[in-house]
């Protein structure tokens, strides 16, 4: 199986990707996370990617489709993965494609997260992620048993430097104009199903577990 968890920022798709590794197995391919490690360990493609994901802009193709390429080939992906925060335009969609062609395969589904701009805006000013295990957590909704701190594995909780609000209402900006598109480009090959994500999120895995039979 591979799926694409397609969605705007904040609307659940990280939270549900590791939800599906745990009980699926399945590998979850996140384009920020894979960013956000190259910042940590200081290399050139994490110094290039920052300055764009600092502003809330898109990274160029030059620099994420390498990563997604690499990734799928892995041993541990060839029962499938999930796509997470990649495609985020019409040309990465189509890239992807060519690329699965090229290794014999396809995207099987694309599952579109529904939640309204106000929710968005809440669950991302109020999410926290651990600096070591990169365990999320939400101020209000789901917050650590110690301020500050990871429950799992006692790491430092931080902010994004993306969730700060005017950058927030930038990536909510480049979602509508650049990512939305792709919501008709699945609907017109027949793969996308959509959930509502803005309910808990038991309940969104149990809409996402329906949407990937
Ligand atoms: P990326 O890391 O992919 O960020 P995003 O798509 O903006 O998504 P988020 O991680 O912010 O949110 P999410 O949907 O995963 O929600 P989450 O589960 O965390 O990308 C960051 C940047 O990298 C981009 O802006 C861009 O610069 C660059 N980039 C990445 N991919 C790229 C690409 N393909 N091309 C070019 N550039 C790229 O949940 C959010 C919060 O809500 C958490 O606090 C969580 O606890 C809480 N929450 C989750 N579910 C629920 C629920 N059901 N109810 C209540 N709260 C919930």
């Given at each position: 199986m591979i799926a694409i968890l397609l969605?705007?920022?904040?609307?659940?798709k990280g939270t549900q990707a590791k939800r599906l590794w745990k009980e699926r197995h399945l590998p979850q391919l996140s384009t920020g996370d894979m960013l956000r490690s190259a910042i940590q360990s200081g290399t050139q493609l994490g110094v290039e990617a920052k300055s764009f994901m600092d502003r809330g802009l898109l990274v160029p193709d030059s620099i994420v489709v390498g990563l997604i390429e690499e990734r799928s080939k892995?041993?541990?992906c060839k029962e499938g993965f999930i796509l997470d925060?990649?495609?985020?335009t019409i040309s990465q969609a189509q890239t992807l494609d060519q690329m699965l062609i090229d290794q014999n395969r396809k995207v099987d589904r694309a599952v579109l997260f529904e939640v309204s701009d106000e929710e968005l805006v809440c669950r991302l000013s109020g999410r926290r992620t651990c600096t070591q295990c990169h365990t999320m957590f939400h101020m209000e909704h789901a917050p650590p048993?110690?301020?500050?701190?990871?429950?799992?594995?006692g790491g430092k909780l931080i902010q994004r430097n993306d969730d700060q609000p005017e950058v927030i209402q930038k990536r909510l900006l480049v979602y509508h104009r650049e990512t939305k598109p792709l919501v008709d480009f699945y609907a017109n090959q027949g793969k996308l199903k959509n959930i509502d994500?803005?309910?808990r999120a038991d309940a969104v895995s149990e809409a996402l577990g329906r949407a990937l039979q």
């Open positions: 969605g705007p920022p904040g609307s659940g892995e041993d541990r925060g990649f495609p985020r048993h110690v301020s500050g701190v990871c429950d799992q594995c994500a803005s309910q």
